[in-house]
Structures are given as structure tokens and as C-alpha cells.
């Protein structure tokens, strides 16, 4: 399989993180190894302080990538004050490092880069600007503008860090605008417009994934019970938005580590729950139910509650086909016995009666 350069959110901060404890080493190593440090002569009197607020800050940073490294997506503090931590170790690193002469200064470029990843423009504008101030207060405060030497090191620094900090965020800007794009893309073809639950095509695709993965699963068909009603009563304006809040009951009810739902097509929906039991998917349907409660139409002082009936089915080393024909036969058969309830492939059976499930074993 091809595999993709563009990183998301968690690989681009996982990738500074240790980026962080890479710098860490080498500013150690160059101001503590005897030999370098009479050499270069850097300024040791706050080092210790900034190494003991790096270190507190990184391990605890570092913890929290581990515990998100599940989900893959970013705490929005992290990046906040990743970014702010890494623009005060410059600053407070290039007084230590003799200022406008400081060889540690190209570590701006990276912050600039990293600013513009999250913010775009913006970041590149903001992290260009506030290193400028931060160096140039360094310098003044040193008294390097008296020096020709510090001087020429210093605007050949800035003129660098204006042609990076201009390029590097055209580029950054272009990769994660087609970051954007491809996502965009992705959702267009693997979700309902309308709904905003994976589409007939995308659960095909899944079924087969599952079944081949040899893995547990309930394959539950569900559809909107009188849902020509509700078009033809309603309108197919009213008929949207019910389509709409059903998506978003079953996207919110389902977790996502343990099952998908999906728009099947018209008022018909599937859901695939992965490693569970039969107990557990009657929770589920129970919690579909009573978030259904909420949804209702109303007309001349009519009140029309809107129900839904399923079709639930165990896998059980069935195809694609089967098991879909299986699911859709039990739908049907809540259907002919009155809807708004749940039938199972072991006969049981869940009865909605106002929000609460009434179980009976069909003989």
C-alpha cells in the first residue's frame, strides 16, 4: 500500500517532542563537556534553571502524547504551549549563547515551521514577528550593536529568518491545505451528505473487513417507521431534517471503538457492532430509543413521534450477502408485527413501549 508523507496532528507533535529531547542532549552536551564549554564560553549562570523547567515540561508533555497516542489527535494546550515553551528556551538559550553570534539561533527556523503547521499564515506571521522582538531585545540588551561583528551576524540572521519564515510558511501553507483537501475528499466519498454517516459504499467495504478479520459482530438493519408518512404529511423538507437527527442519534450512540453505523439507503440504516454481546447491543438499540424520544413532528397541534424498527443478526460465518438478507428479513418481520421494536436472530424480541424495552422470547 502507498503510504502517505502527510502527517496528522499526533505524528507532527510526536515528531517535535523528540526533536525536543534531540536539542536537549546537544545544548547539554555543548554546555557541560569541559573541553566545548571553555571553548565556546557560553553564559552557565540560569542554564540549570531552563533545563529542570524543560525537563518538567517535556516529561509531562511526553505522558500525554502516550495517553493520547489511542485517539491520535491533539489536546489544543498542548500545542499552545509546546509552541510557547520552545520560543522561550530560544530566546532564553541565544542570551545564554553570546546573543546576535549565537549558534543556537537556527532553531528559529523550526519554530516557525511548527507555528505554521497549526496556524497556517497566521503562524508563520506571529512566530516571525515575536522571534524578531525576542532577538532584538537580546541584542540591544547585550549592547551587540556597538559591535560590527555582532551587528553583521545579527541582520544576516534576521534577513534569513524573514526569507524562511515568508517560504517556509508558503510551503507548510500548501501542504496542509492539501491536507485539508484530501480530507474533505475522503469525507465526500465515504459519508452521506445528508446524514453524515457512512455511505452504502463504505459499509460494503467494512462488512467484508469485518467477516474476513474472523472477528465477532451483530449486523443490525433499521429504517423510520411511516417514513413516507412523515414525507407526504410533512414534506420532504421536515423528512431531511428527521434523516439528519436519526444520523446523528445513531453517530453518538454507537462508540466508535465498538461498532460504525451507516446511511443504507433512503430512511434504511445499518449499524455493524464489533465484540459484543447480545446484552450490550440491546443497551444500545434501548439508548437509540430513548434518544428517538426527543425527536417529533408537529402539525395543526398534532404530535408525531417518530420510531424505528430493527433487524439485529449474529454473524455466523455467513457472507456479506447472507448475513445482510438475514438482518433485512428480521426488519421485515418487526415491521409485519407492528414496528418500533427489535427482533433477533434467537427470536427475541424488544418492544418500545414508551421508552421502555419490553422483552419476549417468540416461541
Same mark, same amino acid.
Given at each position: 500500500?502507498?503510504?502517505?508523507?502527510?502527517?496528522?496532528?499526533?505524528?507532527?507533535?510526536?515528531?517535535?517532542?523528540?526533536?525536543?529531547?534531540?536539542f536537549l542532549i546537544?545544548?547539554?552536551?555543548?554546555?557541560?563537556?569541559?573541553?566545548?564549554?571553555?571553548?565556546?564560553?557560553?553564559?552557565?549562570? !540560569?542554564?540549570?534553571?531552563?533545563?529542570?523547567?524543560?525537563?518538567?515540561?517535556?516529561?509531562?508533555?511526553?505522558?500525554?502524547?502516550?495517553?493520547?497516542?489511542?485517539?491520535?489527535?491533539?489536546?489544543?494546550?498542548?500545542?499552545?504551549?509546546?509552541?510557547?515553551?520552545?520560543?522561550?528556551?530560544?530566546?532564553?538559550?541565544?542570551?545564554?549563547?553570546?546573543?546576535?553570534?549565537?549558534?543556537?539561533?537556527?532553531?528559529?527556523?523550526?519554530?516557525?515551521?511548527?507555528?505554521?503547521?497549526?496556524?497556517?499564515?497566521?503562524?508563520?506571521?506571529?512566530?516571525?514577528?515575536?522571534?524578531?522582538?525576542?532577538f532584538t531585545l537580546?541584542?540591544?540588551?547585550?549592547?551587540?550593536?556597538?559591535?560590527?561583528?555582532?551587528?553583521?551576524?545579527?541582520?544576516?540572521?534576521?534577513?534569513?529568518?524573514?526569507?524562511?519564515?515568508?517560504?517556509?510558511?508558503?510551503?507548510?501553507?500548501?501542504?496542509?491545505?492539501?491536507?485539508?483537501?484530501?480530507?474533505?475528499?475522503?469525507?465526500?466519498?465515504?459519508?452521506?451528505?445528508?446524514?453524515?454517516?457512512?455511505?452504502?459504499?463504505?459499509?460494503?467495504?467494512?462488512?467484508?473487513?469485518?467477516?474476513? !478479520?474472523?472477528?465477532?459482530f451483530y449486523l443490525?438493519?433499521?429504517?423510520?417507521?411511516?417514513?413516507?408518512?412523515?414525507?407526504?404529511?410533512?414534506?420532504?423538507?421536515?423528512?431531511?431534517?428527521?434523516?439528519?437527527?436519526?444520523?446523528?442519534?445513531?453517530?453518538?450512540?454507537?462508540?466508535?471503538?465498538?461498532?460504525?453505523?451507516?446511511?443504507?439507503?433512503?430512511?434504511?440504516?445499518?449499524?455493524?457492532?464489533?465484540?459484543? !454481546?447480545?446484552?450490550?447491543?440491546?443497551?444500545?438499540?434501548?439508548?437509540?430509543?430513548?434518544?428517538?424520544?426527543?425527536?417529533?413532528?408537529?402539525?395543526?397541534?398534532?404530535?408525531?413521534?417518530?420510531?424505528?424498527?430493527?433487524?439485529?443478526?449474529?454473524?455466523?460465518?455467513?457472507?456479506?450477502?447472507?448475513?445482510?438478507?438475514?438482518?433485512?428479513?428480521?426488519?421485515?418481520?418487526?415491521?409485519?408485527?407492528?414496528?418500533?421494536?427489535?427482533?433477533?436472530?434467537?427470536?427475541?424480541?424488544?418492544?418500545?413501549?414508551?421508552?421502555?424495552?419490553?422483552?419476549?422470547?417468540?416461541?
Amino acid at each position: 500500500m502507498k503510504q502517505s508523507l502527510i502527517l496528522n496532528d499526533y505524528k507532527t507533535e510526536f515528531i517535535f517532542s523528540l526533536l525536543r529531547w534531540i536539542f536537549l542532549i546537544a545544548v547539554v552536551f555543548l554546555f557541560y563537556h569541559p573541553e566545548l564549554s571553555a571553548l565556546l564560553q557560553f553564559e552557565k549562570y !540560569s542554564f540549570h534553571v531552563l533545563l529542570v523547567i524543560g525537563l518538567i515540561y517535556m516529561t509531562v508533555t511526553q505522558i500525554a502524547l502516550y495517553k493520547l497516542a489511542k485517539e491520535k489527535s491533539i489536546n489544543t494546550w498542548i500545542l499552545h504551549l509546546g509552541i510557547l515553551f520552545d520560543y522561550m528556551a530560544l530566546i532564553w538559550l541565544v542570551a545564554l549563547t553570546d546573543g546576535a553570534n549565537s549558534p543556537l539561533f537556527p532553531i528559529a527556523f523550526l519554530i516557525i515551521m511548527h507555528a505554521t503547521i497549526y496556524w497556517s499564515i497566521r503562524g508563520a506571521l506571529l512566530s516571525t514577528f515575536a522571534i524578531l522582538i525576542g532577538f532584538t531585545l537580546v541584542v540591544l540588551l547585550k549592547g551587540q550593536f556597538s559591535d560590527i561583528h555582532a551587528s553583521f551576524h545579527y541582520y544576516l540572521n534576521i534577513g534569513f529568518l524573514l526569507i524562511v519564515g515568508l517560504f517556509g510558511a508558503l510551503i507548510t501553507y500548501r501542504e496542509r491545505t492539501h491536507l485539508r483537501e484530501k480530507k474533505e475528499f475522503h469525507e465526500l466519498v465515504v459519508k452521506d451528505y445528508l446524514t453524515g454517516l457512512f455511505n452504502h459504499r463504505t459499509f460494503q467495504q467494512e462488512l467484508k473487513k469485518v467477516i474476513a !478479520s474472523r472477528k465477532s459482530f451483530y449486523l443490525c438493519m433499521t429504517d423510520i417507521d411511516y417514513f413516507k408518512e412523515i414525507n407526504d404529511k410533512f414534506g420532504h423538507v421536515s423528512g431531511d431534517e428527521v434523516l439528519k437527527e436519526i444520523g446523528n442519534i445513531l453517530s453518538s450512540t454507537i462508540p466508535t471503538k465498538s461498532g460504525l453505523a451507516f446511511r443504507y439507503g433512503g430512511e434504511e440504516f445499518a449499524l455493524i457492532i464489533q465484540d459484543s !454481546s447480545e446484552e450490550k447491543v440491546k443497551k444500545m438499540i434501548l439508548a437509540i430509543y430513548q434518544e428517538l424520544s426527543n425527536v417529533s413532528l408537529v402539525q395543526n397541534g398534532e404530535i408525531y413521534r417518530v420510531t424505528m424498527s430493527f433487524g439485529v443478526s449474529k454473524h455466523r460465518n455467513e457472507d456479506a450477502g447472507d448475513i445482510v438478507k438475514k438482518a433485512d428479513e428480521l426488519l421485515y418481520v418487526a415491521k409485519h408485527q407492528g414496528r418500533n421494536r427489535a427482533i433477533f436472530d434467537d427470536h427475541s424480541v424488544l418492544v418500545n413501549r414508551n421508552n421502555l424495552l419490553v422483552e419476549t422470547i417468540a416461541k
